[in-house]
C-alpha cells in the first residue's frame, strides 16, 4: 500500500478539540490502510509521532509515562486525548448556562 498519502500534521489552531478528534480518525484509518497497524508498537509510536506534527510534538514532550507504557500507542493517544478534551467543571457549566 505505498500510494496512501500521509496524513497532514495536528492544527493545534481553531476548535483544538474537534482537530483532534479528526486527526486521530484519519490517523487510525491511515494506520489500517497504510499496514501500520500490523507493525511492532515502537515502530507505530515512530510513524504517529512523525505525523502528527512539530506543534504536537512538543505537546507529546510534556508527558510522562510509566516504564511500562514506554512505546506503547494507546498511552500516548489517551494522553492527547486527556490533553485536548479537558474534563468539564459542571458548576462552571451550570453557571453559564443560568447567566
Not at 490517523?27 to 500490523?38: E, H, I, R, V
Not at 510509566?66 to 493517544?77: H, L
Amino acid at each position: 500500500m505505498e500510494n496512501i498519502q500521509q496524513i497532514g500534521p495536528l492544527k493545534l489552531h481553531g476548535n483544538i478539540a474537534d482537530n483532534w478528534q479528526l486527526w486521530k480518525q484519519r490517523w487510525n484509518l491511515y494506520s489500517k490502510a497504510s499496514g501500520t497497524s500490523s507493525k511492532t508498537e515502537d515502530i507505530q509510536v515512530t510513524i504517529f509521532l512523525h505525523l502528527i506534527g512539530e506543534d504536537a510534538l512538543r505537546t507529546y514532550n510534556t508527558f510522562t509515562f510509566s516504564e511500562s507504557e514506554v512505546d506503547k500507542i494507546k498511552p500516548i493517544i489517551d494522553r492527547f486525548d486527556a490533553h485536548f478534551n479537558p474534563k468539564k467543571n459542571k458548576n462552571i457549566s451550570k453557571y453559564r448556562f443560568s447567566i
